[in-house]
C-alpha cells in the first residue's frame, strides 16, 4: 500500500539521480543511507526508504515555518526509493552539546520548543486515523509490522493503534494487574497531533545557536498525543545525556511515559 506520490520523476531526474550515486557512491560521505552528493544536495535510498517521508517533509514545509530539506523530486525504482533533497548547512546539535555554554542551549531548546508547539497546531483532516501524512502506511523500526516490515497500520482509530502495540491482548481480570492499568490507559482519549516520532539530538541540525533543520522524517505521522514524548525518551545509549533535555522542549507526560514503559515491558522493546 503507498499512497504517498512521487515527487518531480522525471525520465531526467531518475536517470541522473542513479548515475551519480553509481558514480559518486565510493567517494563522496554517506550517514545513515543518506550519500552526501555535493555540498547542498543528499539523497536517501533504500528499501526501506518510503516516499511517504518525502510527502512529509513536504507539508511541513508548506503549513509552518520549522526548518526541513527541501525536496527537488522522490521516485521508487527497482524496490528501492529514492529522495534527493537539500543538505542543509548544520551539525547534529548533540555534538559538543555538554560543552555547550548555557545560554546557547537554552536558546536552541526554546526554538525546538517552538517549532514543536507549531507543529501540535496542524489539524488532521477529517477521518484521519494513526497513520501517515498521506494516510497511508507509516514505518518504524521499533514496532515490527507485518513479517517484520517495520511498516504498519494505517489505523482506523487510536483504539486500533493501541490494539496492534499490545498484540491485540484485551482486557481480562486475569491478567497480571500491570497489564489490566495498561489497557485501561489506552482506552482512554488521546488526540491526533502531527509527530516527527524521533526527536534524538542526532536529527536535529544546529548552526551556532539556530535550529538549522530537523531531519529523518521517516517515522512521522498522525499519532495519539502522548507518542512523540514517549518515543523522545528512548535515547540512544551514546546520547543519554538528552534525556534530561526532553522536558524542556516537549510537554511532560509521566503517566504516559510510565504506561509506554509497562507495554514494553510485556509486549517488547520499543
Known sequence: MNTSPPVNDTPFNRYSTLLAIKILKRTRPSCGGVLMLTDKMCVKYGDRVHLSEASTMRFIAKHTSIPVPKVFCAFTHSGKTYIVMERIKGKMIGIG???????????????????????????????????????????????????????????????????????????????????????????????????????????????????????????????????????????????SFWEIEIDKFLQPMPEELGMERIRQKYFGDI
Open 97 to 239: 552539546w555538554v560543552k555547550r555554554p548555557e545560554q546557547s542551549k537554552a536558546k536552541l531548546l526554546s526554538q525546538l520548543a517552538k517549532h514543536i508547539t507549531e507543529m501540535r497546531q496542524l489539524q488532521p483532516p477529517d477521518g484521519m486515523g494513526v497513520a501517515s501524512v498521506d494516510n497511508g502506511l507509516l514505518f518504524d523500526c521499533r514496532v515490527p509490522g507485518p513479517r517484520n516490515s517495520f511498516r504498519l497500520g494505517p489505523f482506523d482509530t487510536v483504539q486500533d493503534f493501541h490494539r496492534h502495540l499490545r498484540m491485540g491482548v484485551e482486557f481480562d481480570a486475569g491478567h497480571d494487574p500491570e497489564i489490566q492499568t495498561l489497557i485501561e490507559q489506552h482506552g482512554k482519549n488521546s488526540p491526533l497531533v502531527f509527530t516527527h516520532g524521533d526527536l534524538s539530538s542526532v536529527n536535529i541540525l544546529a548552526r551556532d545557536d539556530e535550529i538549522a533543520g530537523i531531519i529523518d522524517w521517516e517515522t512521522a505521522g498522525w499519532y495519539p498525543s502522548y507518542w512523540e514524548y514517549t518515543t523522545a525518551h528512548q535515547v540512544n545509549p551514546h546520547n
